[in-house]
C-alpha cells in the first residue's frame, strides 16, 4: 500500500467548507518494465498503423473516418471484441486465427479497417478531452 497524506481539519471561514481527514492518494510510481513494455507497444503499433496503411490506403481511410464519426458505436464494438477474446478458451481462438491465416488477404483488409476505426475512435476522444479541457479553460479566464 502506497504511503498516503492526511490533510487535517481545515476551516475556511470565508466560503464556509471544511475538509475532515480527506486522504489524497499517491499516484503507484510505474516500473522501468512497465515503462519499456509502454514504448514497445507503441512502437509495434505504429509500425502495424504503418503497414496497413500502406497496403491498404483507401480502406485504412475510410476506417479512420468512420471510427471519428460512430466514436460512441467504435467503443461498444471494441468492448465487445475484449469480451469475446478473454472469455474464449484458446482452442476457438486458435482456430479463428488459423482460419483468418487461410484467407489472409481478406483477414489483412478487414484487420487494417478494424485497427483505423479504432484509431479513429482513439483520435476523436482525444480531441474532445482536448477541446472539453480547452472550453474550461476559457470559461475560467
Known amino acids: 500500500m502506497q504511503p498516503s497524506i492526511q490533510i487535517p481539519l481545515i476551516h475556511n471561514f470565508l466560503s464556509m467548507a471544511?475538509?475532515?481527514?480527506?486522504?489524497?492518494e499517491n499516484p503507484p510510481i510505474p516500473t522501468l518494465r512497465e515503462k519499456v513494455w509502454k514504448v514497445v507497444k507503441f512502437i509495434f503499433n505504429s509500425l502495424l498503423g504503418v503497414a496497413f496503411f500502406v497496403t491498404n490506403p483507401t480502406i485504412f481511410a475510410i476506417g479512420v473516418i468512420i471510427g471519428v464519426a460512430l466514436d460512441k458505436k467504435v467503443q461498444e464494438f471494441i468492448s465487445k471484441i475484449?469480451?469475446?477474446?478473454?472469455?474464449?478458451?484458446?482452442?476457438?481462438?486458435?482456430i479463428a486465427g488459423i482460419?483468418?491465416?487461410?484467407?489472409?488477404?481478406?483477414?489483412w483488409a478487414?484487420?487494417?479497417f478494424i485497427f483505423a476505426v479504432n484509431l479513429g475512435s482513439k483520435l476523436s476522444r482525444k480531441a474532445q478531452e482536448i477541446f472539453h479541457r480547452?472550453?474550461?479553460?476559457?470559461l475560467v479566464s
Open 110 to 112: 478487414a484487420s487494417s
Open 99 to 107: 482460419g483468418a491465416f487461410l484467407s489472409l488477404q481478406v483477414s
Open 134 to 138: 480547452d472550453s474550461e479553460l476559457l
Open 82 to 94: 475484449i469480451m469475446i477474446w478473454k472469455t474464449q478458451p484458446w482452442s476457438i481462438i486458435a
Open 18 to 24: 471544511v475538509i475532515e481527514n480527506t486522504r489524497i
